[in-house]
């Protein structure tokens, strides 16, 4: 089944305790992305990637980094976790040429951050 | 700021009944809109979408128009099911310099769609 599948669903944690959330998918897809969920605020791209080691920011990077070794895995690293970071995050990933640009998203990773 | 919005943040309708739901967007330069449904406790899940190059495209008991004078984007959904209850998003896409699209997505904050029996 093609799915993009996220780690973990839920997630507490404390102020500067570093975290991964694992992205993995299993679509050949060149193109990965986060993105945070707010309240009123909707959806938030935090960094993407459109293939292997090369990754660029989104709309609000700022205390997170990304990497992509793997075309199938984008890891989501919080070096030291803020409060500000607690939300609903989700990766997504699609094919991404001149035609179409279908994301594909995961379930979400709710972080809380005390 | 460049922006993608909606006019109505909640859409109640009756099951049977067709729903529309509005986005409007501001950047000109948008050359690509999806739509998507989000239900409680998952990810976006696609639902349609449309290229700049075009005013209307249907799907299986959804159709969007595109309507790039006034930046307008609906979503018409016919026959509404309880099924059909989440929230909607719309997204743009802004092409980049060359034609090449690989601009982000941004997306709207979302309409809540309810369906009664």
Redesign the interface.
Known sequence: EAQVTQNPRYLITVTGKKLTVTCSQNMNHEYMSWYRQDPGLGLRQIYYSMNVEVTDKGDVPEGYKVSRKEKRNFPLILESPSPNQTSLYFCASSIRDRVTDTQYFGPGTRLTVL | GESVGLHLPTLSVQEGDNSIINCAYSNSASD?F?W?KQES??????II?I?SNMDKRQGQRVTVLLNKTVKHLSLQIAATQPGDSAVY?C?E?KSSAG????G??T????TILTVHP
């Not at chain 2, 997306?107 to 979302?110: H, I, N, P, T």
Request: proline letters at 4%; charged letters at 20%.
């Open positions: 690509y999806i998507y406790g998952k990810g976006p899940q696609f979408d290229r998003f997204a896409r034609g090449t699209s690989y982000k997505l997306f709207g904050q979302g």
